[in-house]
């Protein structure tokens, strides 16, 4: 039952899809505010392997509808079922966001970014270890749902690809996201 937080992500996204409320309709971003976005997520590497994943963001809107986020982000054990293999990756990417329009209360939004992705390889018997950071990229999307005025449910999927030998993920994350300013 790893897998269970996509299939759940993905009935709370449509559920809050369905409630429509035009008065909320607006996406988290006003200019000369910060926003700060504490993830927790599943990433799948290219084998599908389920592996926990963690990220902070913080993003600072340029309109109401695009902003400029930074990410640093981290995913453990990649290789969960060999206790001899330590795999990791650890991201630091800049985004761009780009909300839409609606008239319901979720606010779907698409990203992309470059940045630097870390993977370290460990194996313990036979002891072997490889570790590389390499440029990448990261295309992905998601949805806002408000909570309180400054407070926002946010569901985001990502593909990340670096250019060698860090491998590539897809992560699906939750977060809370908090407006910091006036």
């Known amino acids: 039952m790893r897998i269970g937080i996509v299939p759940a ?3 709370t996204a449509l559920i809050l899809a369905a409630a429509p409320r035009a008065a909320s309709a607006q996406p988290p971003l006003q200019p000369g505010t910060w926003l700060i976005s504490p993830a927790i997520g599943l990433a799948l590497d290219p084998d599908a392997d389920p592996s926990l994943a963690i990220a902070g963001a913080l993003a600072y809107p340029i309109t109401p509808f695009f902003g400029v986020e ?3 982000a981290h995913v453990f054990d ?3 079922d060999d206790a001899d293999v ?3 990756l650890t991201t630091v990417h800049g985004s761009m966001l780009y909300f839409f329009r609606t008239p319901y209360v979720l606010a779907p939004y698409v990203a992309a970014g470059l940045g630097v992705g870390k993977f370290s390889h460990e194996v313990r018997n036979p002891p072997a270890s490889f570790s590389g950071t390499e440029l990448g990229f990261n295309l992905g999307g998601g949805v806002t749902y408000p909570l309180t005025r400054a407070t926002w449910f946010r569901g985001d999927v990502r593909y ?5 030998e860090v491998p590539s993920v897809w992560r699906f994350g939750a977060a809370v996201t ?3 300013g006036p």
């Open 70 to 72: 930074g990410e640093l």
């Open 178 to 180: 908090i407006r910091i």
């Open 86 to 88: 330590d795999s990791r």
């Open 9 to 11: 992500v993905c009935l």
């Open 78 to 80: 990649m290789v969960p």
């Open 160 to 164: 990340f690809k670096h250019i060698d």
